[in-house]
């Protein structure tokens, strides 16, 4: 038994009532894996003692779980795959651990082409869910170990956006818990809806500070015929960017347009014991392209190619088995693991795509000055790039700090803003008034009286 | 030097189902790739003919569909591609098949190294290309997993065989069937891929091998192998189980569960 404060102690007997006493864990050893997320560990914020982590079975459980801990003010930490990259998910105080895994089923309608699914679904689930059914979830917003819950509550991006769009465009629906415990259901299986305010759109991305997300329609599509990757290498990075919004303009959409340099990828490929295919060039682009038989889809490698080549590209390297493409994502997905020990910290700062390379090129300015290495790279289709603290060359937090701020100036500059897909967390709230004017903060701040009146949902993240 | 390389056109095992009532492979639900084992044979022929001069062929024995898969080895390397196809090949085991590469194989002429994956990731049997050796009359070794040395009449392997490796100096002309860990082969560029959709594939059938009244010796008629049945092992689902008591005492208890489900002897 772990030791708790008065308030939490008498909490347990209601909360095993509520879902059962397997589902309610007090010995820290047992939930270890709930107390961190993926956040690099110079920056993560630490977990508070005296926790209980409870898992709910359905939304009816979610409710009465919250009116208890809002009854006795006791903060509830929502968490999913805990796979998020700046501190969301981490209970910094003591309180609830409520973690969805035991809601995970997944049903998919295919007449309405939409899956609607329970929030501790895997991405995975989902995923495989759909192509058993025949269709396609064209996002991959992420680890596939992430939840559906925390997938919608933080408003996931990832590589394949460029086409389709991010988490938010795909959620037609949601089934939510608010923290005084009313279950209200938003939207539904359908494409159009103006019935008075939109809650549903402030739920997604809301970081589990508003209402806990139970359940959600989510939007499919038919499965793409064929699908291939091509891996472009140039020498400059300004060939590769430049190249970007000419092919966005020539109206072949690719799924994904990512930029990489080639220190990085191999880094990556390393670390998974692997050999990045394509060894040439300094900058490299990935595309992802989907389509409806192989002669479509070459014609569009061939237009992309022209447009490439116009560029100077080096060459068009391209993937076509699936066993093949999954290796070029794969590595790609790990250049974060494989520099992540030698990390402080990761940004996703994005800023109209158009400008990408000046702020690259302010990234590397700011590099030259501290003298420390500051990989990039990116969802160059989207203009989301990921710059890395790394530990090399900094030599305290106070450091870290200041080029942190010095690269979210540049991208604030550039028309930008500080999080285009990790949200703001634990960890950028401090600097949420590069963007946000008092105002907006104030109105956020009185949206999350009205939801939480008692402040207890994932209290101290992305509002102080 | 005058490379051939012996690849076959598998489904794509990322996305091919299993039809367990029929026990076996439902090949209309996936694509259709070279098998991955055959890539590592292509791009080592490609390597040593960048080294060496010469050519690489690319030769296939299967139906029609498969000129996609040669076509993929034409833009990943190979100069000229031949597919053996024809109905009296259906039906063969790895003997009529090995004999109907071979066949093909005198009809080209002179070589100087045939290259294989080591088996196909459909059959998994590993045989054919040995089989295709021995009919030959040619030296071969199997698993190879590092090139050391080639010159113009031998070539110099390392060869995994269980926990050994063992180095073999094989007289060219020979046969080696290749490992993953052989190489990583390349992509190839969309400017090769978009050459080979319009290169020539050439196809043969029985005739063109030049096998008079040898057909006994091709397809279903030529394989001794019979399938009787093919089954699926039921999946297991992991158990889980929570022990209690000091340290030793569930030590004792997990080696008797152990014992029990006959882990430990």
């Known amino acids: 038994m772990g030791d708790f404060s008065v308030n939490l102690e008498n909490l347990i007997s209601d909360l095993r009532r509520i879902v059962g006493d397997k589902w309610v864990v007090t010995q820290r050893e047992f939930m270890e894996g709930y107390l961190r997320d993926e956040t690099p560990d110079p920056v993560r914020p630490r977990a508070a003692e005296g926790l209980i982590l409870v898992k709910p079975s359905s939304a009816e459980d979610v409710a009465g779980i919250l009116k208890l801990a809002n009854a006795n003010k ?33 049903e998919v309608d295919r007449e309405n082409i939409m899956a609607v699914a329970e929030a501790g679904a895997t991405l995975g689930d989902l995923i495989k869910a759909a192509d058993e059914a025949g269709l396609f979830f064209p996002p991959h917003p992420g680890d596939e170990g992430a939840q559906i ?12 956006a460029v086409k389709y769009g991010v988490m938010r465009n795909y959620i037609r629906g949601l089934e939510i818990v608010l923290p005084t415990g009313e279950i209200l259901s938003l939207g539904g299986k359908l494409l159009k809806n103006n019935t008075g305010y939109d809650l549903m759109q402030l739920a997604i991305g809301c970081e589990g500070t508003l209402c806990v997300i139970t359940k959600a329609v989510i939007r499919l599509f038919p499965k793409s015929k064929v699908m291939v990757t091509l891996v472009v290498p140039f020498n400059t990075r300004s060939d590769a960017l430049k190249t970007v919004p000419e092919i966005l303009r020539s109206g072949v959409m690719p799924l994904a347009i990512e930029y990489v340099q080639i220190r990085e990828i191999e880094e990556a490929a390393k670390h998974l014991n692997e050999r990045w295919p394509v060894q040439r060039g300094f900058a490299q682009l990935i595309m992802i392209l989907d389509g409806a038989s192989q002669e ?61 390379e000046k702020l690259m090129n302010e990234v590397d300015v700011i590099a030259a000055k501290y003298d420390v290495y500051l990989p990039a790279y990116g969802h160059a289709g989207d203009g989301n790039l990921h710059v890395h603290i790394m530990k090399e060359g900094v030599t305290d937090m106070r450091m870290a700090d200041r080029i942190k701020s010095e690269i979210y100036k540049a991208a604030v500059a ?15 709230i401090k600097d949420l008034g590069l963007v946000l004017s008092e105002k907006h903060i104030e109105i956020m701040e009185s949206i999350k009286r009205i939801f939480d009146p008692n402040n207890i949902l994932n209290p101290n993240k992305v509002l102080p | 030097m005058n490379i051939l390389v012996l690849i076959k056109q598998v489904p794509e095992i990322e996305k091919v ?27 080592a022929a490609v390597q040593i003919k960048e080294k060496t001069g010469g050519s690489v062929t690319a030769i296939s024995m299967g139906p029609m569909q498969a000129v996609d898969a040669l076509r993929d080895a034409l833009a990943r390397g190979a100069d000229k591609a031949i597919l053996l196809s024809d109905e009296r090949f259906a039906g063969a085991d790895t003997l009529a098949t ?37 009919l030959l009359g040619i030296p071969h ?13 031998k070539i110099v392997v390392g060869a995994r065989m269980e926990r050994n490796k063992y180095i073999i100096e094989l007289r060219l002309p020979g046969l080696i069937t290749v490992t993953k860990d052989l190489n990583n082969p390349r992509l190839p560029t969309l400017r090769d891929k978009l050459r080979a959709m319009r290169a020539e594939i050439t196809v043969w059938s029985y005739k063109d091998l030049n096998e008079e009244d040898a057909l006994q010796y091709f397809g279903l008629n030529g394989s001794p ?4 049945r093919v089954y699926t092992p039921a999946a297991e689902k992991r158990k889980s189980q929570v022990l209690s008591g000091t340290a030793p005492e569930v030590a004792q208890k997990i080696v008797q569960i152990l014992r029990e489900s006959g882990v430990l002897g």
């Open chain 1, 149 to 160: 819950g925390g997938l919608i509550a933080t408003n996931a991006g990832g590589s394949r």
């Open chain 2, 141 to 153: 070794v199997a698993y190879v997993e590092e090139i050391r040395q080639i010159c113009s009449d």
């Open chain 1, 296 to 356: 479509e889809m070459l014609l569009r490698c061939e237009e992309i190619s022209e447009i490439c080549e116009s560029n100077s590209a080096m060459d068009i390297m391209l993937a076509e088995t699936a066993e093949e493409q999954s290796r070029i994502l794969r590595i790609r997905s790990n250049i974060y693991t494989a520099l992540k020990p030698h990390m402080i910290d990761i940004l996703d700062v994005t800023v109209p795509p158009s400008n990408l």
């Open chain 1, 414 to 428: 550039l028309g930008g803003v500080i999080t285009g897909e990790h949200g703001v967390g634990s960890l950028r």
């Open chain 2, 98 to 134: 090995a004999y109907t590469l071979a066949s093909a194989i005198r009809k080209l002429g002179a070589f100087d190294l045939i290259i294989c994956g080591e088996k196909t990731i459909d059959g998994d049997t590993g045989q054919v290309g040995p089989e295709v050796a021995e």
């Open chain 2, 17 to 43: 189902r299993f039809d367990y009532e029929k026990g076996r492979l439902d090949r209309s639900s996936a694509g259709a790739i070279i098998n991955p084992f055959d890539l590592n044979a292509l791009e």
């Open chain 2, 225 to 228: 192998t019979r399938v009787i």
């Open chain 1, 74 to 106: 006791v903060p509830v930490f929502p968490v999913g795959g805990r796979t998020g990259l700046v501190g969301g998910s981490v209970p910094i105080k003591p309180g609830i651990i409520l973690s969805l895994e035991r809601m995970n089923k997944i």
